[in-house]
């Protein structure tokens, strides 16, 4: 995927030299004894290329079928147009082994040649477009064929000048890519240069998309809805397609934006249907452009639908609370590191619902029942693009309170998203106590979620527990001997489970780990027969105490079923051998 559509506009330089003779000049070319000036446009080409040169006069110069143009060696001008006595066309053929390079122009006029110093440069790349016309109006997805270029996705863009907005460039190898342009309604009839930049190199093609006269028009209402609304629209076209494959999306300055569905389309005719849509509760405050297409023609309705703000639903609130301990070993020195989190928030669902989560994989079951395991699937590669949830402030801070201790978490807003969360700064041990359940108090926001108080509803794990052996200083282990690791006491049952595991590559070449959830009794082993299932290499080990608190809601709010956990988990690395 490429950068934003805004992209940047690159040019490739190009100069033409004035040529200058003494000796007088035929009344057709303009005031007697005056030297015409000459401009080649574009002054540039690539090896293999065949483009269409203009020569522009500063004065009247040329004369039908008597004027030429000569660029040298590896350079064929097949044909030459008058358009009038300030314009010709030439047909050019730049041979793929060309020399690169400046090169001076000679234009012949009635048989008086013009020496043009460095009027065109040859360089080594090059590259067209197909379809290079577009109607104002229309999104037109564009293919890109380079000669001689290296495009890189994310390193390379493309733009089409100031009336015509690339939405979407993808390079799908060094020579070949493809762009969606949307043309706005009102952009300006005529041709647009095209260029390619690919880090400090810029590849322009003059001329090389036309803005056709021609338009494409569409209206949509209501121009403007809340959040959460389902509301009934109406498209009106002018020009268009409409049709039973036809479809509508909502983009905004990122490009498509998933949190607006429409749950049903009715084409009338050509240029008329109507049907309902559904804004997300979360979806985004602002402006979206509307763009319909049947497949083969896109339309595109700027800024055709307005979201606006709708206040926070306090009866549909969710809460979610952290509060674990986190340590890793140095795999070097055998160290042990330490850190405390603790976080809270107040969030109202999606809805409609967006996404799903991974499948649950298969794990060791209680107790003392090890197992050799594929990882569950991530989900990343079939993950919705869904919008970020709004959070409602519940005031400047929020705090859990126990029988021994208060931890204070304060209120930070998350710039990327807006989101708020509370954290707890510089949390250690000491304010994390063993085997307790806190309360969760709200100091409250007038706009939000009052001063409330959810008694009991943040536990803590029951027992401090550390990792005696193995040391996990540059630890090798042969697969063909038994892993024993020894703990202190974690205090886990009955209430909470105590579960470790060895993660890797299986031999299947999935990954997968090697599990258990051993009784709370200091010491287990992993079998030759387990480790052997895990390729020989680095792999990773963990220890962890879990859980899990009461079922809980706000007063106030629908959603009953919020659940906090704890966990204080230990990780390591070693290497199988």
Known sequence: MGRSWLGVVGVVAAAAMIGCNSGSKAETSGVAGEEAAFVLVPAVGGLGQALSVRIEADHSAFEFGATSLDLGAGVVVTAVTVLD???????????PVAELGARDAAVTVEGRTTNVPEA??????????????GKMGELVDVAFVGANTAWEDGYTWASFGDDVYVTDFDVLSPTLATARIAIPPDATP????????????????VDGFQVDRASVTAFFEPDEAYQGDTVAFTVTGLDTNFGPSSYIEFWDDAGLNPDITVLELTVIDNDNMFGRLQLSNAAKIGYRDVVISNGTEAVLVPEGLEVLDAPPDLADVAVGTVFDVYRSIDPVSGELY????????????????????????????????????PSPPSGEETAEDCPNPETVSAGDYVWYESDVNIVTLTKDVIESTGQIIYYGTDLTLDDYRFGKYYDLHTQGDP??????TLEGIQPTVPGDYYLVEPSFANLTHPRVESFEYWWTPAQTYPTAIFSTSISGTLTSGDSGFAGCVPWDDGVHTYTPAELLQLEPGPVSFSASSYIEGPLYGLPFSTIQVNQSTSVLSTSASLTLE
Do not use: R
């Open 120 to 133: 065109f440069t040859i360089i080594s790349e090059s590259f067209l477009i197909e379809p290079n016309t």
């Open 190 to 205: 005529g041709p647009q240069d095209v260029s390619v930049e690919s880090g400090a190199l810029v590849t322009t093609l």
């Open 85 to 95: 006595g300030y314009t010709a066309v030439a047909d050019v053929m730049i041979d």
């Open 447 to 452: 706009e939000g979620i009052p001063e409330v």
């Open 338 to 373: 330490e850190s405390v989190v603790g976080y809270a928030y107040f969030i109202i669902p999606l809805d409609p619902p967006c996404g799903s989560s991974p499948p649950p994989g298969d794990g060791p079951m209680p107790y003392d029942v090890n197992g050799v395991f």
